[in-house]
């Protein structure tokens, strides 16, 4: 009885999720930037770990559909606390088109950090990759970002390969060092309610069975990434018998690195299982936040 349950919730969640996936391509008059604000306010630099290497890079944090600041802010402050990293900005994208910065900046911080937050947090896919690519060109021009790594958790994951995928030979931008993604949705709903076993899963080639509309316009535009990234791809598996984090299949999470094969400088994939590993647990999990570090500094 308690297994016809949990199948009966996973086919409902299946439901809204599908619902979501379609809605986050289906929304066609989100609004552009039309202004750019900054609030800036004095601040000493943090003296960082000797442990960590230090440098200029800016690591950009983005949330996934239906979150906040808070989706990222348990890594941001795992990172300050370690000494590996400071946050620097704030950047919020409004409904009305405003971008505002909002922080301390100084050419003195060393791994400056920069957190952005999308007020209209179910915009579509397209309206917030057009975002993203536009507070990079405004770190690269008012801030004199030359490079930048980028964390993102959920479709933010989506958001920030997607960018890399469509504005890869845009010099406006700074130029992506690495990228960490966690439970990123790359191929949808692909291989949700698996009934092999994670080793199984694991064993079988990252390209997907079925192609989703999204994971094939990315393969369309892999010529365009970026040379010499680095990439962290963290999976999750509640270990409830269906290999998926409650939201994204360990296929479609995978499915990144099919698309990115050949392209990348180094690829790794880190797998977690268990309660701690479900979608909106990995972005607060102690590991995923102390792999971040490592590999980010």
Known sequence: MRRFRRVFQLILLVFVIGATVILIGARNNDPKITKVTSQLKP???????????????AT???????????????????????????KALVVHVYKNGVMAFKGYWHQSIKNPMVQVVFQDNHASQKTQVYWLHQVLVQLKTRYG??????????????????????????KRLPKLNKIVTIGGPFDGLTGYLNAETEHQVRQVAAKPVRFTHHFAAMLKHRQNFPQNVKMLNVIGDTDDGFNNDGYVSVASARSIGYVLQHKLATYEEQFYSGTTAAHCALNQNPQVARSMISFLW
């Open 145 to 170: 970002v030359a490079r930048y790594n980028a964390v993102g958790h959920s479709l933010g994951a989506n958001d920030i390969v997607n960018q890399a995928l469509k504005y890869g030979h845009d």
């Open 43 to 57: 601040q000493a630099a943090l003296k960082l770990s000797h442990h960590y290497q230090k440098s200029k890079t």
């Open 60 to 86: 950009v944090f983005l949330h996934g559909y239906n979150g906040g600041a808070y989706s990222t802010n348990y890594l941001i402050k795992h990172a300050e606390k370690a000494g590996a990293a400071q």
